[in-house]
C-alpha cells in the first residue's frame, strides 16, 4: 500500500510541472481578443483525449529507456504529431488551451484531475501486476 502511495506521489510530481508549463504557455500565448469570441475550439472530448496523450508521451519520454530508444525524435514533433493525428493543428489546440485557461479554468482544473486518477489507475494497475 505504501508503494503504491509513493507511486502515486511520483506520478502527481511528472504531472504537475507538465500542468504548470500548459498554462504556461497558454498565458505567454495570450492574445487580446479585442472583444470576439475564440474561434476554431478543438471540442471537449477530443480536448481531453489530446491533452492525455500528450501528458502520456511526455511520460514515457522521461523513461530513460524509452528516451534513448527515440533520441532521434523530437519531442515537439511528437506533440504535433497528436495534435495532428485527430485532424487539428497546432493553432488550435493553442487558442482551445487559453480558452479553458481563460473562459473554463474549473473546467480545465476539472480535466487535469481526471487525468491523474486514470494516470493513478494505470501505475496501480502496474504495481499489482509487477
Do not use: W
Not at 506521489?9 to 510541472?17: D, Q, V
Not at 500542468?19 to 476554431?40: D, H, P, Q
Amino acid at each position: 500500500m505504501n508503494r503504491r502511495m509513493n507511486n502515486t506521489g511520483s506520478l502527481s510530481r511528472m504531472l504537475i510541472p507538465a500542468v504548470v508549463i500548459v498554462l504556461a504557455s497558454a498565458v505567454s500565448c495570450f492574445k487580446i481578443t479585442g472583444g470576439r469570441e475564440f474561434e476554431n475550439l478543438i471540442p471537449d472530448k477530443d480536448f481531453e483525449s489530446i491533452l492525455y496523450e500528450l501528458h502520456l508521451t511526455n511520460g514515457l519520454m522521461s523513461l530513460p529507456g524509452m528516451r534513448t530508444r527515440y533520441s532521434d525524435q523530437d519531442t515537439t514533433g511528437l506533440y504535433v504529431r497528436i495534435i495532428e493525428g485527430y485532424g487539428y493543428r497546432t493553432g488550435q489546440m493553442d487558442t482551445t488551451i487559453q480558452y479553458y485557461y481563460i473562459k473554463k479554468a474549473k473546467r480545465l482544473i476539472k480535466i487535469y484531475d481526471q487525468m491523474l486518477a486514470r494516470f493513478s489507475e494505470i501505475q496501480a494497475r502496474v504495481d499489482q501486476k509487477y
